[in-house]
């Protein structure tokens, strides 16, 4: 047993065999003899594990090195949790319980799986184009002088399905990538030529290669395995190789999957000649003919290490693989097979081909030639590294609160003022801060910042208009020691670029605070890639502006309505809306901290369930100016203002009415209060800063008290304690009135909730105020309405 050898090809053909059987086995297990309690379908994708197989373990057990970062096909997470299990970075009862709770998830997420993910996916098309922002980071990162020299350079890898590359992001993304000079980058592309509902377009392949290489990608073509190469260099062989060629794709297919037998009558009733072409297919059984017609390049281990190894340049490269869907399953190329599962009959009719024992499924090189060979042979794979490959680095120190002047101003303009003012310390802080913005860099106060700390580019491109001494307020010098990253109008691309920018830490060891600015509208634009860098646990600080009708000259398409909805429910996203500029300055403090926190304790049992680990940040901005209320910040106010809420006006035994507000509607709520309140402290302003965190801490508490615990009160519970029973409350916001409406349920108060429900128009703002009935007149009349009075 221990002389025994085995080559490098051989190896990895034999772990393919065995990580298609256990991907196979895998999704059997979960779907056909796991209690399914639920009676709901568990599913798992085995045809479109099976056609990337050989891609997968070519790669982890060839090619890829421990600094490379890889995004998974999210339909191959099984062929991908069987690799990590072969290398000793799955657990076989994580295999058992695949999509079960606490099992191996559906798709690779590196924030639930317990193996080595680099990049969730799951949400199609944003794991391949966040591998090309993440080389974009990594060049950032390593233009810093402050960088590790400890950190090799590694090359950012997607693998993708031809369907993908229906998703729209992947092609902005392209753009983006051209425009920043990227590198180190590769997608391969699983070209099985099938997706979910069908057979993909005749075509396909020409558009795709056009494409990468208007964008200046090198483009590598997998057709052919070794096998199939050999063949065609047999007399008849370039009649095989054309039919190939011009065979549509269904055709393909379905031969694939009716056999040998059916490939022969095909092949022998359209080319047979009864010389040479018959002669070469008379030479192979059904078996040895339908391997040969299925050795396509992305089965063939000995063509992918050829083309891998030989794509030694740093650019970007394609690699569009032909593969078959359902590869070395009875399901190949069968239309259906997408959603598909092999019967009992089906596996185990595979289960007997890959000579597995019954009660031996699990095991890990079970029907395998030289297993101790093999076993050494995966000791020794270079990505089998035993050390994490996720990297840490030291948190960043913050430098308190960067207080401005008290002159009327909006939060908008207090953001770009309080960052200058952080740009001038040079301080660790501000060095580390990374700036990005879809084209509105100046129309949200970034010009401060960028001229100060100028824009990101591998070399240095002097601004003309300066150097032509033409006036102008922005100063666009780009270099490698920039740190403002320039986009284009494309919000996914925003997000994706916080997202690896908020992952460098661990990615590339060293820390980066991104801050990204865009419209606040506009979020929802880009809110899949925002979810997706949320759920990936990247750390950010998200920067939306201008809030709401109150941008009335602009209409109904600028104006946000439901943005602090969507900051309440997305997880990994602290929200705040602030209306004074020492609010703000509190809080970018704290996110600051805030985005750099980890920890393992239970962030359920926190009063703000995210206060433990930590996580980004979303501030809603306005462009009204406001006049600021002239006070000292002290601890306990700065401390209220980040969990949510403080009293602006307190209410006393006697209050019956009060007010609260979040945002730009202070001023309407401070003049409502004068109005109704008069001499008399009957009327209490409440302040929020952060309906999300007041909401989170309260439904903490709640959780707390249902488990038999029994938490301190939360935030705002303590807050409205001091309201007498009987007061009514009135919730004043620009954005959908749900936003405070809850208020009311934390105590049994009677509650008017204001705000806007529908898409704005153009108008002044008082126009609109009065219009959706968020102005002090209609916060007074709902104040009397609260309170049971007309």
Avoid at 143 to 167: N, P, Q, S, T, Y
Avoid at 520 to 531: E, S, T, Y
Wanted: hydrophobic residues 45%; contains cysteine.
């Amino acid at each position: 047993m221990g002389s025994e050898t085995i080559g490098r090809v051989e190896a990895i053909e034999a772990l393919t065999k065995k990580s298609l059987w256990l991907a196979s086995w895998m999704i059997h297990h979960a779907n056909h003899i796991r209690p399914n309690v639920d009676g709901v379908k568990v599913g798992g994708h085995q045809a479109s594990s099976a056609s990337m197989a050989a891609l997968l373990s070519t790669l982890y057990f060839g090619v890829l090195k421990p600094e490379d970062r890889v995004a998974v096909k999210p339909h191959a997470a099984p062929v991908f949790h069987a690799i990590q299990y072969l290398m000793g970075r799955q657990s076989r009862e994580k295999l058992i319980d695949f999509r079960a709770f606490g099992g191996a998830q559906s798709y690779p997420s590196r924030t639930k799986d317990t193996d080595d993910v680099d990049f969730s996916t799951g949400s199609v098309g944003l794991g391949v184009a966040f591998s090309a922002f993440a080389s974009m980071i990594q060049d950032y990162v390593r233009a810093k002088d402050w960088a590790r020299k400890d950190v090799a350079e590694g090359r950012m890898i997607a693998l993708a399905g031809d369907a993908e590359l229906d998703e729209g992001n992947i092609y902005e993304c392209l753009l983006e990538g051209w425009k920043h000079g990227l590198r180190n980058c590769w997608w391969i592309i699983d070209y099985n030529r099938q997706s979910l509902d069908g057979v993909v377009r005749e075509g396909l392949y020409e558009r795709i290669e056009a494409i990468f290489s208007a964008f200046g990608w090198t483009v590598v073509t997998l057709k052919y395995g070794a096998l199939q190469r050999a063949a065609f260099a047999e007399p008849g062989g370039e009649r095989l190789k054309a039919w190939i060629d011009a065979c549509p794709n269904a055709l393909y297919s379905a031969l694939m999957f009716r056999g040998g037998a059916a490939w022969r009558e095909r092949l022998s009733d359209e080319i047979g000649d009864q010389g040479a072409v018959s002669a070469l297919l008379a030479r192979r059984s059904d078996d040895e003919l339908a391997a040969l017609m299925a050795n396509l390049g992305g089965h063939c281990v000995e063509s992918l290490l050829e083309q891998f190894e030989a794509a030694g340049s740093d650019q970007p490269t394609v690699f569009i693989a032909y593969t078959v869907k359902g590869w070395g399953t009875p399901l190949a190329g069968h239309k259906d097979n997408h959603a598909g599962q092999m019967t009992a009959a089906q596996m185990a009719q595979l289960q007997a081909a890959h000579k597995v024992r019954a009660g031996h499924e699990w095991d890990k090189l079970e029907g395998l030639d030289k297993a101790a060979a093999l076993e050494a042979f995966l000791a020794k794979v270079p990505f089998n590294s035993k050390t994490s490959r996720r990297l840490t680095s030291p948190a960043v120190p913050t430098i308190g609160p960067q207080f401005i002047g008290t002159g009327a101003t909006s939060t908008q303009a207090a953001f770009g003022k309080i960052l200058d003012a952080i740009a001038r310390t040079d301080s660790p802080l501000a060095q580390r801060i990374v700036t990005t913005s879809p084209d509105v860099t100046v129309s949200t106060n970034l010009g401060a910042w960028v001229n100060r700390r100028n824009l990101f580019a591998s070399d240095e491109m002097a601004d003309l208009f300066q150097k032509e001494a033409i006036p102008s307020t922005q100063k666009w010098r780009f270099g490698p020691d920039g740190q403002h990253m320039e986009l284009g109008i494309a919000e996914m691309n925003l997000f994706l670029m916080l997202g690896a920018a908020g992952l460098s830490h661990s990615l590339f060891g060293e820390r980066l605070l991104p801050i990204g600015t865009l419209y606040d509208p506009f979020i929802a634009r880009g809110l899949d890639a925002l979810n997706y860098a949320c759920y990936q646990d990247a750390r950010f600080l998200l920067v939306a502006t201008p809030s709401g009708v109150s941008l009335a000259g602009e209409g109904g398409a600028h104006q946000s309505i439901s943005s602090p909805l969507i900051g309440m429910a997305q997880d990994g996203l602290a929200s705040f809306e602030p209306a004074f500029a020492d609010e703000l300055a509190v809080i970018m403090d704290w996110a600051f901290d805030y985005m750099q926190r980890s920890g393992d304790a239970r962030p359920d049992l926190a009063d703000w369930p995210r206060d433990v680990t930590g996580g980004s940040v979303y501030l809603r901005l306005s462009t009204r100016a406001l006049e600021q209320v002239p006070r000292q910040v002290d601890a306990d106010l700065s401390r209220d203002i980040i969990r949510g809420a403080y009293w602006l006006k307190p209410p006393t035994p006697e209050c019956t009415t009060v007010i609260a507000y979040q945002g730009v509607l202070a001023s309407e709520a401070i003049a409502a209060a004068a109005e109704i309140g008069g001499d008399r402290r009957n009327v209490a302003v409440l302040a929020v800063t952060s309906a999300d965190r007041l909401n989170a801490g309260w439904q903490a508490a709640q959780r707390g008290r249902l488990h038999g615990e029994s938490p301190e009160p939360s935030h705002i519970e303590a807050l409205l304690a001091e309201v007498p029973q009987a007061a009514g409350i009135v919730t004043a916001i620009d954005a959908h009135p749900a936003t405070l409406g809850w208020l009311g349920s934390v105590l049994g108060h009677r509650t008017m909730a204001l705000g806007v429900e529908h898409f704005g128009q153009t108008g002044t703002v008082n126009d609109l105020y009065r219009h959706f009935d968020i102005d002090a007149r209609a916060i007074v009349q709902a104040a009397r309405a609260a309170t049971g009075r007309r």
